[in-house]
């Protein structure tokens, strides 16, 4: 299969941090909270972030489980991540501005065998888009 490219965008509204994406035709808001200088109206990027890492991880758990030989009951991630804030704010040069670790627990409701069940948890580890996407993908401006 070729590659498939996928488009966004996101605009900031004009006040505040406050933005608003888009991708076909679906929106969604981020804003940061008020100790970051923001109006607390949406999530922020980080926790976007960790959503977005929960929302494919969970999507390749409905997509792979079938064919592991696993009968998906329920499938939910718990994420976590650590993100010193004074990279992000230039308080501290020596900081990096993303995350230092993200930490996550798939929890996993089905009455299979649990070798079929981590047969499914290693495959989402395995292909998870997102998750390796934050393994190192190189971000590049489109033009000037």
């Not at 499938?75 to 930490?103: A, C, H, M, S, W």
């Not at 047969?119 to 390796?132: T, Y």
């Amino acid at each position: 299969m070729a590659n498939v490219t996928f488009k966004a965008d996101v605009a900031w509204s004009g006040s505040g941090l406050y933005c608003e994406g888009n991708a076909r035709g679906f929106k969604v808001a981020v804003d940061e909270p008020e100790e970051l200088g923001g109006a607390d109206r949406a999530m922020n990027p980080v926790e976007l972030l960790l959503c977005c890492l929960g929302g494919c991880m969970s999507i390749c758990a409905a997509a792979f489980a079938r064919g592991c030989g696993v009968e998906l009951k329920g499938f939910r991630v718990e994420l976590e991540g650590d993100l010193d804030p004074d990279g992000f704010l230039g308080k501290k040069r020596n900081v990096r501005t993303g995350y230092q670790e993200i930490r996550y627990r798939m929890i996993i409701d089905s009455p299979s065998p649990q070798a079929n069940i981590d047969k499914l948890r290693g495959m989402i580890e395995e292909r998870c888009p997102v998750s390796n996407t934050l393994c190192g993908v190189r971000v590049s401006k489109i033009g000037p």
